[in-house]
């Protein structure tokens, strides 16, 4: 977790480290990300990561929880995800619209795979509180629900890249987001949505 040396940082060196933090992680994982990679792209001394996270692996958590705090801001209680037969489609279309917008919070939330860990759980509970803002009828078993709908909105992220034939690791050395044809975003959701349906009501 990070120290309060790290959180009373001005704010412009904090969005300055977090920005470098990001892209060696996002792009190369928590056993390929290396502290020593990040303080040289940041000019700084090693010392001074020690000061901010007491190790690589309480400076990746707070990446993921940071993302994930990130998403959760822009999900609940949004009142764009109206109840009814459009609600699930709102849901989507925020989604991808966060995914593309930040790639790489996108990627190190999706790589957080393990069902066991605290990050992976939180995602699901984020997944099932989105489900019932939709109000659509779910599985009788609500965190298959949760994990299957967070399976296909990571399918639906990589899917898109994909068929948009979209450098993705060009983009996760960077904070810029990723642009797609509005109308293509909007019939590839209505497709997912539709998907959706089919498997978790």
Known sequence: MPTATFLNL????KRRFLSAAYAEFASKGVDGGSITNLVKSLEIAKGSIYQYFGSKIDLHQ?????????????????????EGQDALFSANLLAAKFDLAFPQYAVMLYNQCLPDSLQYQEQISLSTEILSQTEIYMLPNVSLAAALYRSLQIGFFYYLVSNQNIPLR?????SEPIEIDNEVLIDEVAQLTDKTQKLIK
């Open 170 to 174: 060009e983009y996760l050395f960077t």
């Open 10 to 13: 001005p704010s412009t060196k």
């Open 62 to 82: 707070y990446l993921i929880e940071h993302a994930l705090e990130s998403k959760k801001r822009l999900f609940i209680g949004n009142e764009s995800i109206s």
